[in-house]
């Protein structure tokens, strides 16, 4: 049997590697490298200087003087108690109510592709068209959840306790689908096999989800929680249309207000390395558990 | 065949090189997308007729105006010529070396007495007091009333209000009428609510609102000479007056919370508030029956006094600026030539433009155009506006953040507010060293 040479192969293929690279690799790189690599080292050597892009001054060296003033401002601080707290409320929400609906669908009902697609409608939509018309169905004179629930003219998003809640719960009804999908997905790997052995021996359905399917799904469950916490963290579109309360201000509209409207944007470039390593840290925490539940 | 060749090469380049002396002969001003920048377009139009020289006004949702305008001034970009930019902008867009130094020009043309002098203070000087200029006043606008007469003019609910205020019902006169007035419509089982204010603290809205009351109950922002605001921002009037706006925050209808020109217009169009406040600029929609089946009964009113005389209103419009990296900077003078002339602004206000033109503004005939043009004849005489330092965006942001959990939210009380307020703005002035 003749071998051939790598260069070879490919050129029978159709492409040289050469080709290949020129045409697809270089190309990706120099893009990497133009629109992700530069402007993230460009952002940290801002994030140490005293920079407004509104004004043509120079920017002078500050040091640390950035980081320092950001972590003593205790509106900061509260942006990322409210983050903190947004984040804990529409992932435990996403996880119940999209592992509930995996479930459900796991089971043989009708119409099951159908409702499967339907129930996956909500994360294809755009954030500022969700919050835009969530903010209609809050509505307290003709919104149709007051309406519903018989809650005559409740202020869902006027009232300073209720509106973090009133957001996070457009997040869940967003992305509950994603979690959902990528439970489904967990759920369906589960060898039949192991319900059949668990139903000899007699197990209860508690027993069953608790040692059989939930460790088996934790995993994949892991890597839902790891991606929602992270994109939770960098919510702004509905969030920012659907209310001004500063009970409502997350890291990334007071970021945004602190670099486009302020113009700080030394300060806000600093700002933005602060919530990453916020984010690689979690994550990384996250990912501890990942590798556990994995090995278990 | 080869000289035929080169020939055409020839005209070709000729055509290329001649391309930008074409080009000249186009002008772009930036705005934002509403009605006025319609009707400059118009106004424009007939620049384009009389010089032959292209005027396109380009525009952008509010939302983007300002990130995009200095976006492009960061970039030293010439897309635009002119802009006609928020009154703001001026400390921000001069310190930058963004806008042609304009004080030859507006001393050449004597424009401190040909425009109103409350528009040249705030829409073209900076810093104040320096007689120095950057923009031509263009858009004058500022807050006012609008009101239900058919409400007002109920015999029935004039007897009431009588019986219960024990003056008649009429457009307030001052800040104490207008809470009455507020008050006693406000009939939330009826569908029915007192009052529309801004509570949008996005950007400018809130704290153009609560400027109303502030101004007219004769409190300051701060000495805009010194940058000192502690005492002032702080004063007791000034107190009184965000109490006064929290009050009349609660005669607004529900979900009140995140509201700005367009809610305060709907206050009107849909039945549910007495009295709206709102920029004259947004008044032409409502004396339309189109677009305001209460046009017809839609009466308005300047913003009233507050309990020690002063009357003044929060002043909204914009100046023209021309862009220092535009490549048609002497294009741009000619047609601000053009625009400041007599005729041009009388045409101006007649296409539906509000003119700052003193003498325009002062006719009769502006006055009697519109059923609003009177009350914004009173208030364009007497308008004060907010800082213009390139860092009001701070100074914005820290209003918001003091003065809506108090007026939306009930949290703490107003003198805890602007308490804060005093030190934080403080803490910025001196940060940017305006303050020792």
Redesign the interface.
Known sequence: MTRLEPDTRAAARGLSDLTIRNLFIIPTIVFLIVFNVFPLIYSLWTAFTDY??????DANWVGLQNFRELLADP?IWRNFTITAKYVMITVTGQVIVGFGLAMLLNRKIPLKGLITTLLLLPMMLSPAVVGLFWKLL????FGIINYFLGMG?F?W??N?QMALWAVALVDIWMWSPFVMLLSLAGLSAVPKHLYEAAEIDRAGPFYTFFRITLPLVAPILMIAIIFRTMEAFKTFDHA?IL?????TELIAIRLY?MA?????TGMSSAFAYIVLIVVVAITNIYVKYLNKAKAR | MQRRYFRLLASAAAFALSAPAAMAQELTIFWAEWDPANYLQELVNEYEAETGVSVTVETTPWADF??KA??E??A?GSAYDMIVGDSQWLG?AS????YVDLSDFFKQHNLGEVMAPATVKYYAEYPANSQKYWAIPAEGDAVGWSYRKDWFEDPAEMEAFKAKYGYDLAPPTDWKQLIDIAEFFHR?DQ?RYGIAIYT????DGLVMGVENALFSYGAELGNPDTYEVEGIINSDKAVEALEAYRKLYGFT??????TFFVENNQAITEN?AAMSMNYFAFFPALVNPATNPNAANTGFFANPAGPYGDQYAALGGQGISIVSYSSNIEESYKFLEWFIRDDVQKRWAELGGYTAHAKTLESEEFRNATPYNEAFYQTMFKVKDFWAV??Y??L??AAN?RW??FI??G?GTAKEALDALAADWTETFKKYGRLK
Do not use: C, M
């Open positions: 407004r892009a509104s004004t043509s001054a509106y809050y509505d307290p004179s003219k202020e998003l006027a300073p920012y209310s001004t309360q500063p009970t207000k486009f409207l302020e113009w700080q | 300002q990130t200095f976006t001034f960061n030293k921000a310190e930058g070396g963004h939330p569908n949008d603290n996005s950007y209808p529900p979900g009140w919370s995140k549910l390139p860092e965006a701070e914005l942001i953040q809506y959990p939306v939210g949290e």
